[in-house]
């Protein structure tokens, strides 16, 4: 079964420190997410990606935060200087169709990012 | 704008017995979905329901059944014939149609099943 699947599983990291991580989607998606979730807490919307673009984002993700599609595969979330409270899991995920429709969204393994 | 509400943070439920965990939304999308997930303490999050807002019947997906009431805006998840592996903490969470399909998620409900 076809699954997302996310690169490194855990990370740690000094504050200040750029990090990268990294998700290859289901193959034949189309829309790619980047969800947070603090330890303890709720799942939060990052950003949303289509046609290789941002489509929607939120208020979390700031000038530190950006996406990239590199090679048609890979899909990164990179924060250019991290701070201890990106300390958090960083899921990927992503989904077959846009708007209407049902469409779920597959969620990847998550990555575990500890900032210290 | 959207949003979910959860208000069991814990449930307990012995083995075998069936158990309905409560969601409660609020859109002014008419079109629109709702999801369930479970997340192990592995951290992993797992599709288990969909409910799209124009469907005429409750979902259901083995021992998962959605109880969905669209006027009193409930999305109620129920499990039945609990299993000691159905311990984990379950996230209600909806995708207005409109716009680029992100989900926004409730708090969670951690659900123990006891032998």
């Known amino acids: 079964e076809p699954e997302v699947t996310q690169t490194p599983s855990h990370q740690v990291t000094q504050m200040g420190q750029e990090v990268i991580l990294r998700c290859v989607p289901i193959?034949?998606?189309?829309?790619f997410y980047w969800y947070r979730q603090i330890l303890g807490q709720k799942v939060e919307f990052l950003v949303s990606f289509y046609n290789n673009e941002i489509s929607e984002k939120s208020e979390i993700f700031d000038d530190q935060f950006s996406v990239e599609r590199p090679d048609g595969s890979n899909f990164t979330l990179k924060i250019r200087s991290t701070k201890l409270e990106d300390s958090a899991m960083y899921f990927c995920?992503?989904?077959?169709?846009?708007?209407?429709?049902?469409?779920?969204?597959?969620f990847g393994q998550g990555t575990r990012l500890t900032v210290v | 704008a959207q949003k979910i509400t959860q208000t069991q943070p814990g449930m307990f439920v012995q083995e075998k017995e069936a158990v309905t965990l409560d969601c409660t939304y609020d859109t002014s999308d008419p079109s629109y979905g709702l999801f369930w997930y479970k997340q192990p303490s592995s951290g992993e999050m797992i599709f288990l329901i969909y409910?799209?807002?124009?469907?005429?019947q409750n979902a259901t997906e083995g021992r998962y059944s959605l109880n969905f009431q669209k006027a009193r805006k409930s999305a109620n998840l129920v499990i039945s014939a609990s299993q000691l592996g159905d311990s984990a903490m379950y996230f209600c969470a909806m995708r207005e149609d409109t716009g680029f399909q992100k989900l926004v998620f409730g708090t969670g409900t951690r659900l123990l099943v006891s032998p």
């Open positions: 409910q799209g807002s124009y469907d005429q």
């Open positions: 995920a992503s989904s077959e169709i846009g708007a209407g429709g049902r469409s779920e969204a597959f």
């Open positions: 193959s034949n998606h189309l829309y």
